[in-house]
Protein backbone atom coordinates (compact mmCIF):
# COMPACT_ATOMS: atom_id res chain seq x y z
CA UNK A 1 0.00 0.00 0.00
CA UNK A 2 2.90 2.60 0.98
CA UNK A 3 4.79 1.81 -2.48
CA UNK A 4 1.14 2.44 -4.28
CA UNK A 5 0.81 5.57 -2.39
CA UNK A 6 4.96 6.71 -3.10
CA UNK A 7 4.37 6.04 -6.90
CA UNK A 8 1.21 7.86 -7.21
CA UNK A 9 2.88 11.00 -5.30
CA UNK A 10 5.75 10.80 -7.70
CA UNK A 11 3.35 10.91 -10.09
CA UNK A 12 2.14 13.94 -9.02
CA UNK A 13 5.23 15.79 -8.86
CA UNK A 14 7.34 17.74 -11.09
CA UNK A 15 10.75 18.70 -11.29
CA UNK A 16 12.26 21.88 -12.12
CA UNK A 17 15.64 22.85 -12.89
CA UNK A 18 16.15 26.62 -12.82
CA UNK A 19 19.35 27.83 -13.98
CA UNK A 20 20.95 24.49 -12.36
CA UNK A 21 19.17 24.34 -9.44
CA UNK A 22 16.44 21.58 -9.00
CA UNK A 23 13.17 22.42 -7.95
CA UNK A 24 10.30 20.03 -6.87
CA UNK A 25 6.93 20.42 -6.16
CA UNK A 26 3.30 19.19 -6.99
CA UNK A 27 1.98 19.42 -10.78
CA UNK A 28 -1.21 20.89 -8.66
CA UNK A 29 0.72 23.91 -7.33
CA UNK A 30 1.63 24.63 -10.79
CA UNK A 31 -2.50 24.95 -11.88
CA UNK A 32 -3.36 27.58 -9.20
CA UNK A 33 -2.11 30.57 -10.93
CA UNK A 34 -3.55 30.20 -14.72
CA UNK A 35 -2.67 30.77 -17.95
CA UNK A 36 1.01 31.13 -17.06
CA UNK A 37 4.40 29.28 -18.34
CA UNK A 38 4.27 26.72 -15.06
CA UNK A 39 0.72 26.12 -15.51
CA UNK A 40 1.04 24.92 -19.07
CA UNK A 41 3.77 22.75 -18.88
CA UNK A 42 3.52 19.34 -20.64
CA UNK A 43 6.00 16.53 -21.74
CA UNK A 44 6.13 17.58 -25.59
CA UNK A 45 7.93 20.91 -24.86
CA UNK A 46 11.15 21.41 -25.65
CA UNK A 47 12.54 21.56 -22.09
CA UNK A 48 11.35 18.54 -20.78
CA UNK A 49 14.21 16.01 -20.39
CA UNK A 50 12.85 12.78 -20.27
CA UNK A 51 15.69 11.06 -19.19
CA UNK A 52 16.22 13.19 -15.97
CA UNK A 53 12.56 13.23 -16.05
CA UNK A 54 12.71 17.04 -15.31
CA UNK A 55 12.14 20.69 -17.22
CA UNK A 56 15.05 22.45 -18.18
CA UNK A 57 14.72 26.61 -17.94
CA UNK A 58 18.21 29.17 -17.85
CA UNK A 59 16.96 31.40 -16.06
CA UNK A 60 17.60 33.25 -12.86
CA UNK A 61 17.32 30.97 -9.80
CA UNK A 62 17.42 33.13 -7.09
CA UNK A 63 14.09 35.20 -8.71
CA UNK A 64 12.53 31.71 -9.38
CA UNK A 65 12.59 30.85 -5.66
CA UNK A 66 10.40 34.01 -5.11
CA UNK A 67 8.02 32.90 -8.26
CA UNK A 68 7.92 29.00 -6.91
CA UNK A 69 7.24 30.40 -3.10
CA UNK A 70 4.41 32.55 -5.45
CA UNK A 71 2.38 29.51 -6.60
CA UNK A 72 2.63 27.81 -3.22
CA UNK A 73 1.83 30.11 -1.28
CA UNK A 74 -0.55 33.23 -3.39
CA UNK A 75 1.98 36.34 -2.17
CA UNK A 76 4.66 37.42 -4.66
CA UNK A 77 7.84 39.11 -2.44
CA UNK A 78 10.55 41.03 -4.13
CA UNK A 79 14.09 39.68 -3.65
CA UNK A 80 16.14 42.64 -2.48
CA UNK A 81 19.39 40.42 -4.41
CA UNK A 82 18.50 41.65 -8.00
CA UNK A 83 17.43 44.88 -9.78
CA UNK A 84 13.92 45.29 -10.20
CA UNK A 85 14.21 45.41 -13.97
CA UNK A 86 15.87 41.80 -14.24
CA UNK A 87 12.78 41.01 -11.72
CA UNK A 88 10.56 42.23 -14.09
CA UNK A 89 11.73 40.61 -17.08
CA UNK A 90 11.72 37.03 -15.19
CA UNK A 91 8.45 37.90 -13.98
CA UNK A 92 7.48 38.48 -17.45
CA UNK A 93 9.27 35.48 -19.06
CA UNK A 94 7.00 33.38 -16.63
CA UNK A 95 3.95 35.10 -17.41
CA UNK A 96 3.22 36.65 -14.08
CA UNK A 97 2.09 40.45 -13.20
CA UNK A 98 4.63 42.73 -11.43
CA UNK A 99 1.28 44.50 -9.82
CA UNK A 100 0.87 41.33 -7.73
CA UNK A 101 3.96 42.30 -5.88
CA UNK A 102 2.93 42.37 -2.08
CA UNK A 103 2.63 45.62 -0.32
CA UNK A 104 6.06 45.00 2.07
CA UNK A 105 8.06 44.72 -1.08
CA UNK A 106 6.00 47.09 -3.20
CA UNK A 107 7.88 50.55 -2.29
CA UNK A 108 11.27 48.82 -2.82
CA UNK A 109 10.75 47.12 -6.00
CA UNK A 110 8.95 50.28 -7.67
CA UNK A 111 11.88 52.46 -6.31
CA UNK A 112 14.08 50.18 -8.41
CA UNK A 113 12.52 49.65 -11.48
Known sequence: ?????????AENRVVLNVGGIRHETYKATLKKIPATRLSRLTEQLGNYDPVLNEYFFDRHPGVFAQVLNYYRTGKLHYPTDVCGPLFEEELEFWGLDANQVEPCCWMTYTQLI
Open 1 to 9: MNNLLNMMD
